[in-house]
């Protein structure tokens, strides 16, 4: 699905296509700010998720404080609006550039995909008061890099099993996420780590609060 580069490529392929990857990052920007959690609270309690338990706009204070039911709705579509960035912008790039999705290098999906994660943590369409991107940049390594993808799921499960705090198993993924890009995307190109890493960083940094109540040990697990 993905080109492999060489470095100096990178840099040339980033010019002369500017005008596409600002395009597909405008638009991965505006699918990320559609924040599934605070519509489908509103539509089944009437309420803002954002005044609610944690005040977090994501999957676990959903499933904590409006249900089952939209707290699923919330996993699928966060999960799905970063797949759905990917492709847009593929689209973009066949639009603009006539570049099919195979011509593609990595870079495309993880400058995409950083912005619709952007997007949903800072939505525009709702106050820039967003989620802490965890589904959504999971659904943007698995289109860029399905191993590493894997990986990760693997990591969170097993820090899960060993904590069963939900946000530490998170933090711990995110933390691993530009060290496996490093190492295991194809070709030598550090624009891959450079995007993985923000993504990472911004991850880590919306889940402050949680981790300032593990270190006072006062986050709530998922199951006892």
Not at 193 to 216: D, G, P, Q, T
């Amino acid at each position: 699905m993905v080109m492999q580069m060489q470095e100096a490529d990178v840099w040339n392929f980033l010019l002369k296509n500017w005008l596409a990857i600002l395009a597909a990052s405008f638009i991965s920007y505006l699918v990320g700010s559609v924040s599934f959690s605070v519509m489908f609270t509103k539509m089944t309690s009437k309420r803002d998720i954002r005044t609610m338990g944690s005040k977090n706009a994501g999957f676990t204070n959903v499933l904590r404080s409006v249900g089952k039911a939209p707290a699923i709705f919330t996993l699928l579509c966060d999960f799905l609006k970063g797949v759905l960035a990917i492709f847009l912008s593929m689209l973009v790039f066949f639009l603009i550039m006539g570049k099919a999705s195979s011509e593609l290098p990595n870079l495309v999906y993880y400058v995409a995909g950083f912005f619709c994660v952007v997007g949903h943590v800072f939505p525009c369409f709702f106050g820039f008061r967003g989620g802490k991107g965890v589904l959504t940049g999971a659904a943007v390594v698995m289109m860029a890099n399905w191993p590493i993808f894997i990986a990760l799921v693997w990591i969170f499960v097993l820090a899960l099993a060993f904590s069963k705090i939900v946000s530490l198993s998170s933090i711990t993924a995110a933390a691993f996420l530009p060290i496996l890009t490093l190492f295991y995307s194809p070709g030598p190109c550090y624009v891959d780590f450079l995007f993985s890493f923000l993504i990472s960083v911004l991850i880590v940094l919306k889940h402050k609060a949680n981790i300032a109540r593990i270190v006072k040990k006062e986050e709530k697990r998922i199951f006892r």
